[in-house]
């Protein structure tokens, strides 16, 4: 499981500030966001938003299918690195199946 970058010893995860102060690849995409949005381009702005927020977490990089064929594993492990916990599925497994997929994807849209 990935954990969003840890900043002290009082929080488990780094807040957005925090991390694009950290991290300047971040703090670019950020900029490009803000830009897309003042040119107009909302179509392009949740694509980009989605792989933002992915690559906060740590998660850009994981393999889509890596968690089964029920989920997207970025989204996942997207929500697994901002709630601090692996998921536990009523199918008592890491991967999701049939029931928690869609659930998991409503969350992460959410």
């Known amino acids: 499981m990935r954990k969003l970058q840890r900043c002290d010893r009082m929080c488990s995860r780094c807040p957005l500030w925090v991390a694009l102060s950290l991290d300047s690849d971040l703090a670019d995409q950020s900029l490009d966001l803000v830009d897309l949005l003042h040119d107009g381009a909302v179509g392009t702005f949740r694509a980009d938003l989605e792989a933002f927020v992915l690559d906060w977490a740590g998660v850009g990089d994981v393999d889509p299918a890596s968690r089964g064929i029920y989920v997207y594993a970025q989204k996942l492990e997207f ?31 959410a």
Request: net charge negative; aromatic share 10%; glycine share 6%.
């Open 79 to 109: 929500l697994e690195a901002v709630y601090g916990t692996e998921l536990i599925s009523p199918e008592k497994s890491s991967d999701p199946a049939t029931y928690s997929g869609p659930a998991i994807e409503l969350q992460f849209n």
